[in-house]
């Protein structure tokens, strides 16, 4: 394979924990978590990265170029890293439905992250017609609404991210979670304690890059959510860093 690819790309550092190949749709996004590392990665200021949601450069086209290269591949595609495919403002465009039509039609895995909750249930037919070439995920940090909606102010509040993972999971999707950034051992305790039943895997890692990364007992908070894991019998990784805490 000599060919480059455009648009898919794989993944390093922290991130390879997640995904081996990734694709990000837009640039920006406006969900706003106070949390979110992306300006920061990108060198974006944080009311750019977060006021204005525009497709990539081209994106559909290099999608295209890149599906005839990763033909056969298993590898799963995460989308995204750098965006919510459902963000609010990603609802304007028909990116993230062009993408996945693309991606699923040439037989590709695809794994799709979102806070936007009901909005995608838009791809509901689409994820579920190409059922056993989807993952369903859902980030979640806070166990109550209050704290979503005044933390993670443009996306979908917590229960309706997690009953959207519920309708999917019902729908014959494999579903997981990712719980990352912890916020706090209760938090993460009770977002396992309201899900361990439809989601089948979840992924856990500590809050970085946040000055309240330093008002959090680490090695107590971690241990907390393994045992709860442990009680749930949940089936989860630990991300590398957050591992260590707890070895
Ligand atoms: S959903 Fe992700 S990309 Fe969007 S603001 Fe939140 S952390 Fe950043």
Redesign the pocket.
Known sequence: MNEKLMKVYQPTGLAREYAELACNLFNG?????I?????KLLHKSVDE??STVTPQKDVIKKIKHDVKILEGDQREILL?????AY?SGAMEHTTTTEALEILLEHGLNVNVL??GGERSLKDYKLFKRYKDQVRYGI?LVFSDDNDSLKY?S??AVTSERIETLYRYKRAGIRTWISLEPIWSAEDACELIEDTWLFSDHYKIGKLNYHPHTKEVDWRESIQKIVEQCKRNAVDYTLKKDTAKLVI
């Open positions: 996004c406006d969900s706003k978590c949390y979110c590392f992306n300006p990265f977060h995204c890293f750098t965006c919510d963000s979102t806070k980030s993670e443009g996306a």
